[in-house]
């Protein structure tokens, strides 16, 4: 997380503004949030909820409070922060074979993108990370619903790193009934991020009856097509202008010819908080207590765009159920990587300029 806060000049905000998220509240749709994680304890981001609001469970048999320790990961990147006794981060190496082994670091300071935000978990996906979008449906209800359709926002933002491939037989791209539910939550005052998704790569026949690896266009994923979504793409933790977009990062423009994705954050092997399936594979591989683990994936991207909205919300509060400014807030100063539009979209995540910029 420390890479990704100093990426999207997140630290700057933090230590110039206290853009720390404060009185904000945040959803995060996924598998679940392990809220006995210690990551979450310090600003107590799980408990202390406004009025009116509680984590919900829209699957069924649920055996914990995050099986696959999926969620658990994406509100890491968020909000919270770790106790200097809890950094004991376990991240995949590979050996000249190509065998991928596990090895512990100790890092102190790690941190969300705006750790006093508040997290309510909307769980609707089980296991394997798979669910319905009947159940990422009723979780949208369940926010306009606290929110009183837009007339009392308690809930600010939500975080989406999910969705599946967009299938042109049945709808126009954007225009599924949950990319419609989106667009309506954002019209309703809440912002919504949403993972571009991880199928910009693939196998591609080629007339010399090669097939041959390449980049994939027209691979945005739902939700993500929704006109009003902010659609987050992945690029390197470190070394974004050398690197570019990762080469999982699902490529626009939408299927009806439409700009996307809107922006890119670090998505390439993200250290945050481990809990179900995740940590218990990282300490079996290492004999040890894991506290945090490293993935990689849009899901890990969006939540940093998350996590920099809630910084921005609770420093400049006139932003609070304008989610169509932040977005065009954010596009506008974004940090160009030379890449194209279908790629990078707007550019790199850049919340300190976004700030300034008001």
Same mark, same amino acid.
């Given at each position: 997380?420390?890479?990704?806060?100093?990426?999207?000049?997140?630290?700057?905000?933090?230590?110039?503004?206290?853009?720390?998220?404060?009185?904000?509240?945040?959803?995060?749709?996924?598998?679940?949030?392990?809220?006995?994680?210690?990551?979450?304890?310090?600003?107590?981001?799980?408990?202390?909820?406004?009025?009116?609001?509680?984590?919900?469970?829209?699957?069924?048999?649920?055996?914990?409070?995050?099986?696959?320790? !999926? /969620?658990?990961?994406? =509100?890491?990147?968020? @909000?919270? +922060?770790?106790?200097?006794?809890?950094?004991?981060?376990? $991240? #995949?190496?590979?050996?000249?074979?190509?065998?991928?082994?596990?090895?512990?670091?100790?890092?102190?300071?790690?941190?969300?993108?705006?750790?006093?935000?508040?997290?309510?978990?909307?769980?609707?996906?089980?296991?394997?990370? !798979? /669910?319905?979008?009947? =159940?990422?449906?009723? @979780?949208? +209800?369940?926010?306009?619903?606290?929110?009183?359709?837009? $007339? #009392?926002?308690?809930?600010?933002?939500?975080?989406?790193?999910?969705?599946?491939?967009?299938?042109?037989?049945?709808?126009?791209?954007?225009?599924?009934?949950?990319?419609?539910?989106?667009?309506?939550?954002?019209?309703?005052?809440v912002a919504v991020?949403? =993972?571009a998704g991880n199928?910009?790569?693939?196998?591609?026949?080629?007339?010399?009856?090669?097939?041959?690896?390449?980049?994939?266009?027209?691979?945005?994923?739902?939700?993500?097509?929704?006109?009003?979504?902010?659609?987050?793409?992945?690029?390197?933790?470190?070394?974004?202008?050398?690197?570019?977009?990762?080469?999982?990062?699902?490529?626009?423009?939408?299927?009806?010819?439409?700009?996307?994705?809107?922006?890119?954050?670090?998505?390439?092997?993200?250290?945050?908080?481990?809990?179900?399936?995740?940590?218990?594979?990282?300490?079996?591989?290492?004999?040890?207590?894991?506290?945090?683990?490293?993935?990689?994936?849009?899901?890990?991207?969006?939540?940093?765009?998350s996590g920099a909205?809630?910084?921005?919300?609770?420093?400049?509060?006139?932003?609070?159920?304008?989610?169509?400014?932040?977005?065009?807030?954010?596009?506008?100063?974004?940090?160009?990587?030379?890449?194209?539009?279908?790629?990078?979209?707007?550019?790199?995540?850049?919340?300190?300029?976004?700030?300034?910029?008001?």
């Amino acid at each position: 997380m420390l890479e990704g806060l100093r990426t999207t000049k997140c630290d700057a905000g933090q230590a110039s503004f206290g853009a720390d998220g404060e009185g904000v509240v945040w959803a995060v749709a996924d598998s679940g949030v392990d809220g006995a994680h210690p990551h979450f304890r310090a600003h107590r981001n799980l408990i202390d909820l406004p009025d009116g609001l509680a984590h919900q469970d829209f699957t069924d048999g649920a055996e914990s409070a995050d099986d696959t320790g !999926h /969620g658990t990961h994406v =509100a890491g990147i968020i @909000a919270g +922060a770790a106790a200097d006794r809890h950094g004991t981060v376990a $991240r #995949r190496e590979r050996d000249e074979r190509g065998d991928v082994f596990f090895r512990a670091h100790e890092v102190a300071g790690l941190r969300g993108m705006a750790p006093k935000t508040k997290i309510v978990s909307l769980r609707v996906l089980g296991r394997g990370n !798979h /669910g319905l979008t009947s =159940a990422l449906l009723r @979780a949208i +209800a369940y926010v306009q619903d606290v929110n009183d359709s837009g $007339r #009392r926002l308690r809930v600010h933002g939500v975080n989406l790193s999910l969705g599946y491939e967009f299938d042109p037989e049945w709808f126009a791209a954007g225009q599924s009934l949950l990319c419609r539910e989106v667009d309506r939550l954002v019209r309703s005052g809440v912002a919504v991020v949403v =993972a571009a998704g991880n199928t910009g790569h693939g196998h591609v026949d080629t007339d010399a009856k090669q097939v041959v690896r390449a980049a994939l266009s027209h691979t945005i994923n739902d939700p993500g097509n929704a006109a009003l979504a902010l659609t987050v793409g992945s690029t390197h933790a470190t070394s974004p202008h050398t690197y570019g977009v990762s080469y999982f990062s699902s490529k626009g423009p939408t299927g009806d010819g439409r700009a996307k994705p809107d922006l890119v954050a670090p998505g390439e092997r993200i250290v945050s908080s481990a809990s179900g399936a995740l940590r218990a594979e990282a300490e079996r591989r290492l004999g040890r207590d894991v506290h945090y683990v490293e993935q990689s994936g849009t899901s890990m991207a969006a939540p940093h765009v998350s996590g920099a909205i809630a910084g921005i919300l609770s420093v400049r509060p006139e932003f609070i159920g304008q989610p169509e400014r932040v977005k065009a807030l954010l596009m506008a100063t974004a940090t160009d990587l030379g890449r194209d539009r279908s790629f990078q979209g707007a550019g790199l995540l850049d919340q300190m300029r976004a700030i300034q910029a008001v």
